[in-house]
């Protein structure tokens, strides 16, 4: 069995619950916050600018050194454009001995355009896909959003699959958008409110798993660092791969 340690944060393009916006703030959050909580897997959302051409807003080399992590996206084929850091504000970093095998960008469709980025590896002799998504406010798009997730799935090779992200869910359960009606596989996780900073009130960010592993020791980061840098806490848990 084999245990990996990740975090997912919405950082709200850098904007701050006193309405300032300071990506340096958010790249130190991370390193004093979600450091003790990421030894593996690191996914940001709303990381990038929200209009064409999606520019950086995060010093990513920085955000690098301080968790010990490799930014997965160093290949133009893996950013939206030359001026992204990711996909549509998705942005993932893995630990090092992550042996990336295949990796895509999934366009999923909205009112606002939303994608998923998809990461197959191995890793201490096991295989597995790390997936990231900002997925809709609304319920009928994040079902046809997941739906698409899971035809994705359904033509790639069998693998546990980890999917961390602002899946915009509110209910504890998931509704349709997470179930294996839609998706073809059961996605599996706690949920834990996280939004609004302040004071949390709906599990919009989740990590999830599907058999036979499992996710544990989740927990969301109340530190007055994170909370001052985003309108969404960030979450950490533990993904069992069997």
């Given at each position: 069995?084999?245990?990996?340690?990740?975090?997912?944060?919405?950082?709200?393009r850098?904007?701050?619950?006193?309405?300032?916006?300071?990506?340096?703030?958010?790249?130190?959050?991370?390193?004093?916050?979600?450091?003790?909580?990421?030894?593996?897997?690191?996914?940001?959302?709303?990381?990038?600018?929200?209009c064409?051409?999606?520019?950086?807003?995060?010093?990513?080399?920085?955000?690098?050194?301080?968790?010990?992590?490799?930014y997965?996206?160093?290949?133009?084929?893996?950013?939206?454009?030359?001026?992204?850091?990711?996909?549509?504000?998705?942005?993932?970093?893995?630990?090092?001995?992550?042996?990336?095998?295949?990796?895509?960008?999934?366009?999923?469709?909205?009112?606002?355009?939303?994608?998923?980025?998809?990461?197959?590896?191995?890793?201490?002799?096991?295989?597995?896909?790390?997936?990231?998504?900002?997925?809709?406010?609304?319920?009928?798009?994040?079902?046809?959003?997941?739906?698409?997730?899971?035809?994705?799935?359904?033509?790639?090779?069998?693998?546990?699959?980890?999917?961390?992200?602002?899946?915009?869910?509110?209910?504890?359960?998931?509704?349709?958008?997470l179930?294996?009606?839609?998706?073809?596989?059961k996605?599996?996780g706690?949920?834990?409110?996280?939004?609004?900073?302040?004071?949390?009130?709906?599990?919009?960010?989740?990590?999830?798993?599907?058999?036979?592993?499992?996710?544990?020791?989740?927990?969301?980061?109340?530190?007055?660092?994170?909370?001052?840098?985003?309108?969404?806490?960030?979450?950490?848990?533990?993904?069992?791969?069997?």
């Amino acid at each position: 069995m084999l245990e990996l340690s990740c975090a997912t944060w919405n950082i709200h393009r850098a904007k701050g619950r006193d309405g300032n916006v300071n990506p340096g703030r958010v790249v130190e959050a991370i390193g004093t916050a979600l450091v003790p909580h990421a030894d593996d897997i690191l996914a940001l959302q709303e990381a990038d600018g929200e209009c064409r051409p999606h520019a950086s807003i995060l010093d990513v080399a920085r955000v690098a050194e301080l968790t010990g992590l490799d930014y997965v996206h160093n290949t133009l084929s893996l950013r939206w454009g030359p001026q992204s850091d990711g996909f549509l504000g998705t942005i993932l970093f893995l630990h090092p001995r992550f042996e990336q095998v295949h990796a895509d960008l999934i366009d999923l469709p909205g009112h606002c355009h939303r994608g998923a980025v998809s990461v197959e590896t191995k890793v201490d002799g096991k295989m597995c896909r790390i997936m990231s998504t900002h997925l809709s406010l609304s319920q009928p798009l994040r079902i046809i959003q997941m739906r698409i997730i899971g035809q994705y799935l359904r033509r790639r090779p069998d693998m546990q699959t980890i999917l961390l992200g602002d899946l915009n869910e509110w209910r504890p359960w998931g509704g349709i958008a997470l179930s294996r009606k839609c998706v073809g596989t059961k996605l599996c996780g706690p949920s834990l409110a996280t939004f609004p900073t302040g004071r949390p009130l709906l599990p919009l960010d989740r990590i999830l798993t599907n058999a036979p592993g499992t996710v544990k020791d989740v927990s969301v980061i109340d530190t007055p660092e994170t909370n001052l840098a985003s309108d969404h806490r960030p979450l950490a848990g533990r993904v069992i791969v069997g």
